[in-house]
């Protein structure tokens, strides 16, 4: 409908012939209408529809890249705080495991010591077993010896008295003789 018009007003204008100096820089005046109508029907599109819509998808642009912006500052937050959560439970395990290490060292030390312990009374009740063993059989050696010591007294003293004695007699005399030996050794 635009075009026809401006056909029409562009066929009603005579040309002119020549035309000479300034009248070269200013277009006839029905060019002139139509083009400022036709600029004016342009004009009230791109006002009425045109930048509406380019408002609309400007401003949904923005929005989204501000809600990009919040996700990233929000995710960024995020992981500041697990990386902080991170740094704690590695703390927290490093203090864990140096504790466990303790407690193993104290726990071996422990054992060490009830093994030393152990060995030691293992030890001593060994020794004290020897040396009661040994006394039993100091003593059982030195009866033994006093009956055999006797004994070859009483044989020397017949040879010598040439005669037997009375067996009691001679044993109270032999035991009174080895207790007398006895006697001056200690």
Request: proline share 3%.
């Amino acid at each position: 409908m635009l075009i026809p018009i401006l056909t029409l007003l562009a066929a009603e204008q005579p040309v002119p012939e020549s035309s000479e100096g300034i009248d070269l820089l200013f277009p006839d005046p029905s060019e002139l209408i139509a083009g400022i109508i036709a600029f004016t029907i342009i004009f009230v599109f791109v006002w009425k529809w045109v930048l509406p819509t380019l408002q609309d998808i400007i401003e949904k642009r923005q929005q989204a890249i501000k809600a990009e912006q919040a996700a990233a500052e929000a995710a960024k937050i995020e992981a500041e705080s697990l990386l902080a959560d991170y740094r704690t439970q590695l703390a927290g395990a490093r203090d864990e495991a140096s504790r466990i290490v303790e407690d193993a060292r104290q726990a071996g030390e422990a054992v060490k010591g009830d093994v030393v312990a152990r060995a030691q009374s293992e030890a001593d009740a060994i020794k004290q077993r020897a040396v009661a063993e040994a006394a039993t059989e100091r003593d059982r050696l030195a009866v033994q010896l006093r009956r055999e010591v006797a004994a070859l007294s009483l044989d020397v003293a017949e040879k010598v008295v040439g005669s037997s004695l009375d067996e009691e007699a001679q044993r109270a005399l032999v035991e009174r003789y080895i207790d007398e030996l006895g006697g001056a050794k200690a």
